[in-house]
């Protein structure tokens, strides 16, 4: 049977348990989502009541700077926006939200996902409006998450790539180098990849797994999308941010880990 969430995310409940783990909180995190505010299909507070019907503990919503198809149809030109409406849903619902954008360029760099920051608004000073994946900038624009205290992780290392694989190019060791990124997805939505896995433990960086959910949430009774689990000392936001700097993060996807 289809689990629809979104709708009626109050009549029925479809939560992931975790066993308990002694002087941690097990937190269900994801940390890429989309909404109608860049190329998503829903509206923010949708996330966040499908969260609530999941059970996750927090979500970022994580708009593109440099791709919003639908911009036409809203007012508003302020990037925080989607962050702003589902607000509104999150204290009801008890589900922590964290502002984030996605940087969005061709491969290499790829894409960036930086969470915990200030304002999404000053990252669009660095698009090229000419060449929206323009990633020659890509170390000024890090920069500026870096500056805002972001947590940043590059997202889905194999998309765009002319032959489908994740492969380290010199510009993510120059990133690296920099401390301009810190973590990096090993799972996006249905995908995982080894070599991702073997590349943060190698250079100590923290393993993500998120949905990258564009499409209303739907999902069989029983299943659940692909989150992150972080072991953190206390259920709240610095409690995650604290966690995801230490490296105390858990993949989840499809009820591996």
């Not at 994801?30 to 609530?52: K, L, N, Q, Y």
């Not at 990252?123 to 900038?137: L, P």
């Not at 896995?197 to 659940?224: E, F, Y």
Request: hydrophobic fraction near 40%; glycine fraction near 6%.
């Amino acid at each position: 049977m289809l689990f629809v969430i979104g709708a009626n995310a109050q009549t029925k409940r479809n939560i992931l348990t975790l066993p308990s783990v002694e002087g941690y909180q097990l937190l269900k995190c994801d940390f890429h989502i989309h909404t109608v505010f860049s190329d998503g299909m829903v509206w923010p507070t949708t996330r966040v009541e499908e969260a609530f019907a999941e059970g996750l503990d927090a979500i970022a919503l994580t708009e593109h700077i440099e791709h919003r198809p639908k911009l036409d149809e809203f007012v508003s030109r302020d990037h925080n926006r989607s962050y702003e409406l589902a607000k509104k849903s999150v204290e009801a619902l008890g589900v922590i939200l964290i502002k984030g954008t996605e940087i969005t360029r061709e491969m290499p760099p790829g894409h960036f996902n930086a969470i915990f920051i200030e304002d999404a608004n000053p990252f669009e000073k660095f698009v090229n409006e000419n060449h929206t994946r323009d990633g020659s900038n890509i170390a000024e624009t890090l920069a500026e998450a870096k500056r805002q205290n972001a947590f940043v992780f590059w997202n889905h290392p194999w998309f765009q790539h002319e032959k489908n694989i994740s492969e380290w190019a010199p510009i993510h060791e120059k990133l690296l180098k920099k401390g301009l990124f810190y973590g990096i997805e090993v799972v996006n939505g249905k995908r995982y990849d080894p070599v991702i896995l073997q590349w943060c433990l190698d250079k100590n960086l923290t393993v993500i797994s998120n949905s990258d959910i564009h499409a209303p949430m739907v999902l069989a009774d029983g299943r659940h999308r692909a989150m992150t689990i972080v072991f953190a000392k206390e259920r709240s936001q610095n409690g995650i941010r604290e966690a995801l700097d230490a490296r105390r993060t858990v993949a989840y996807m499809d009820d591996h880990i």
